[in-house]
């Protein structure tokens, strides 16, 4: 059922320590809306483990894939200010004031949908082969897009079940969506100079 190939352990057992240590700091904070987020995690992981031998994901998109897990867990668990501010809030480079550009936020969403991308192209690579040019590119980028548009889909769904979440407004997703955008084209970019493999 579930399968792992050369390699994955370690990927798996990173995934299960980062798990564990943000469930039980989520849980002692009773923060339901990253519980929720280590319950998707979760789910995409074993999505991930069960069809494993048949689709024979690359092992760097993996990384890639738990390095964004355990950013997008950092970023709700680890406080900042003496406990006032989550790491997600954190100005990295302040670009715009106005905006609140460029925040751990908007990192962590570039990495993720660009790792998002190198995920459906290695799911889409053997169904586009007859497609060449900027038509490929725009395929692969869509649907990292795509999983970034989904993401949002789950953050909004959070907010209806659980009061008091740091989701954000209009504005954010907004940042949140043209960051995802960011993200796919830096991994077609690298898609391509790695000539088709990741």
Known sequence: MFYLRKGQLPIFFVNLIYLLIFLFVFSSRRNYEFLSYIGVVVFFSVVILMTNKKVKYPNSVLWGLTLWGAMHMSGGGIL????TMRLYELILIPLSE????FRYDQLVHIIGFGVSTLLMFSLLKPKLKE?????LWLVIVMAGLGVGAMNEIIE???TIFVKNTGVGDFTNTSLDLIA???GGI???IWIKRKKGNI
């Open 80 to 83: 900042l200010n003496a406990g």
């Open 186 to 188: 830096l991994a077609a």
């Open 131 to 135: 497609m060449k040019g900027f038509s």
């Open 156 to 158: 909004f769904s959070v």
């Open 180 to 182: 995802d955008l960011l």
């Open 98 to 101: 106005e905006y609140g550009i």
